[in-house]
């Protein structure tokens, strides 16, 4: 019998342990509802943080930018595909984290599993925080270093690592916003790590990038390590399709580093260049997140972060501290409820679903074994009023679930 067959097994195995995945077809309506497989729901499932996706800021410039550049790009940015709008953009970006230069990727994932083995080979020596993203933990194996991972934010432990390693080139890699616990990374005290072992920081800002510092200027602006002085030993990314509500990423940092991996990235190298017109949505988006309106969006979020933990703080529902789960202590716009069993949490999600609410039950190995758990993401685009429903949603699956046979 050949192999192939083994896949149906290998499916069958998945769904017993309710770890199979699927997708559904998604259609934006107003605010943060989704038209779900036909059915509109209110979504708390979306990175779309500032609410910018669906704005007439972003369909105008898209429009804009189609009468003028047309649609694809037609090439690799070092072949033709780098245009004076991913130029402009560049440019922007980099400005606006205060670093010396910045480089333009068509997409977040494959920007960091490729410019970690850019940075690193064998021989040298890569540490991890061990709830790295996967992109990251992708590159890092990629890379063919070896890799240290150390437990999650335990810079005690890192430093005896670093101390340890006899190596001559090592690199440090961490997100700065952890993607399933919305909790923020301690930046000085990584970047200080680095100075004392001369290690490289790279920082991947996907979910702090316009949330996070004056002006949403991201993570590290918040922690005060940008500017010529700061930034030598510190490689930052960060994602365009999130508080931006575009789509790429990109790559800031010293000069000559940036030139390295414009040199040595190979997705950069070797894929199809962003096309302009979304280049030019992200200009928008920037603008956007840098001025008045950014500011305003950002404070509406932090309030509808503030009223969900709330109403989820321990004494508030007998029904939700029954039920025993627990709110992870996160300020930022990830809110993580863990229910604990892979299939209680997807029997949360199946009765928020019924009542009209989409918000996803994430499960190992995304997340450890007996964590699973309710990943609510807020956006500037959720008013008072949904945090409410969703409030009142949980009460219910709470005593829904509490009925469930053992």
């Known amino acids: 019998m050949t192999w192939l067959n083994e896949f149906d097994d290998r499916l069958a195995a998945l769904d017993a342990q309710s770890l199979r995945r699927r997708r559904r077809e998604v259609v934006p309506e107003q605010g943060a509802r989704l038209n779900v497989d036909g059915e509109s729901l209110l979504a708390f499932c979306s990175n779309d943080?500032?609410?910018?996706?669906?704005?007439?800021?972003?369909?105008?410039?898209?429009?804009?930018?189609?009468?003028?550049?047309?649609?694809?790009s037609g090439a690799s940015p070092m072949v033709s595909g780098h245009s004076a709008a991913n130029g402009a953009l560049e440019r922007e970006l980099a400005e606006a984290v205060g670093l010396p230069r910045a480089l333009y990727f068509y997409a977040g994932y494959?920007?960091?599993?490729?410019?970690?083995?850019?940075?690193?080979?064998?021989?040298?020596?890569?540490?991890?925080?061990?709830?790295?993203?996967?992109?990251?933990?992708?590159?890092?194996?990629?890379?063919?270093?070896?890799?240290?991972?150390?437990?999650?934010?335990?810079?005690?432990?890192?430093?005896?690592?670093?101390?340890?390693?006899?190596?001559?080139r090592k690199l440090v890699i961490s997100d700065t916003v952890f993607s399933m616990d919305g909790d923020i990374a301690d930046l000085a005290g990584l970047h200080a790590l680095c100075e004392r072992h001369d290690a490289l920081l790279l920082l991947d800002d996907a979910h702090g990038f316009g949330l996070l510092g004056p002006q949403g200027r991201g993570a590290l602006a918040a922690a005060g390590l940008?500017?010529?002085?700061?930034?030598?030993?510190?490689?930052?990314?960060?994602?365009?399709?999130?508080?931006?509500?575009?789509?790429?990423?990109?790559?800031?940092?010293?000069?000559r580093l940036v030139?390295?991996?414009?040199?040595?990235?190979?997705?950069?190298?070797?894929?199809?260049?962003?096309?302009?017109?979304?280049?030019?949505?992200?200009?928008?988006g920037l603008r956007c997140v840098l001025g008045a309106d950014g500011e305003r969006r950002r404070q509406h979020l932090r309030a509808r972060i503030a009223q969900l933990r709330e109403g989820l703080a321990p004494g508030v529902d007998a029904a939700i501290d029954a039920a025993g789960w627990s709110l992870m202590p996160s300020t930022t716009a990830i809110q993580p409820l863990v229910i604990g069993d892979n299939d209680d949490a997807l029997a949360v999600m199946a009765s928020l679903r019924e009542q009209g609410l989409w918000v996803p039950a994430i499960r190992p190995p995304?997340?450890?074994?007996?964590?699973?758990?309710?990943?609510?993401?807020?956006?500037?685009?959720?008013?008072?009023?949904?945090?409410?429903?969703?409030?009142?949603?949980?009460?219910?699956?709470?005593?829904?679930?509490?009925a469930l046979p053992a």
Not at 56 to 67: G, K, N, P, Q, S
Not at 135 to 160: E, P
Request: net charge positive; aromatic share 6%.
């Open 49 to 72: 943080y500032l609410g910018l996706a669906q704005s007439a800021l972003l369909r105008e410039a898209v429009h804009t930018a189609v009468d003028r550049y047309g649609v694809g």
């Open 110 to 168: 494959s920007t960091n599993a490729s410019i970690v083995p850019a940075l690193v080979g064998e021989g040298d020596a890569l540490f991890s925080d061990a709830l790295n993203h996967a992109c990251l933990i992708d590159g890092a194996r990629l890379s063919k270093a070896t890799v240290h991972r150390y437990r999650h934010a335990d810079l005690q432990q890192l430093d005896a690592l670093l101390a340890a390693s006899p190596a001559r």
């Open 226 to 255: 940008t500017g010529p002085r700061m930034s030598q030993r510190v490689v930052y990314m960060a994602t365009l399709g999130k508080a931006l509500g575009v789509a790429g990423a990109f790559v800031a940092g010293p000069d």
């Open 259 to 284: 030139e390295w991996l414009l040199q040595k990235t190979r997705s950069y190298t070797y894929a199809t260049a962003a096309p302009a017109l979304l280049a030019e949505a992200v200009r928008a």
């Open 366 to 402: 995304t997340v450890p074994l007996g964590t699973a758990r309710l990943r609510i993401a807020l956006s500037a685009a959720h008013q008072p009023e949904d945090i409410d429903v969703l409030l009142r949603a949980l009460r219910v699956a709470a005593s829904v679930t509490a």
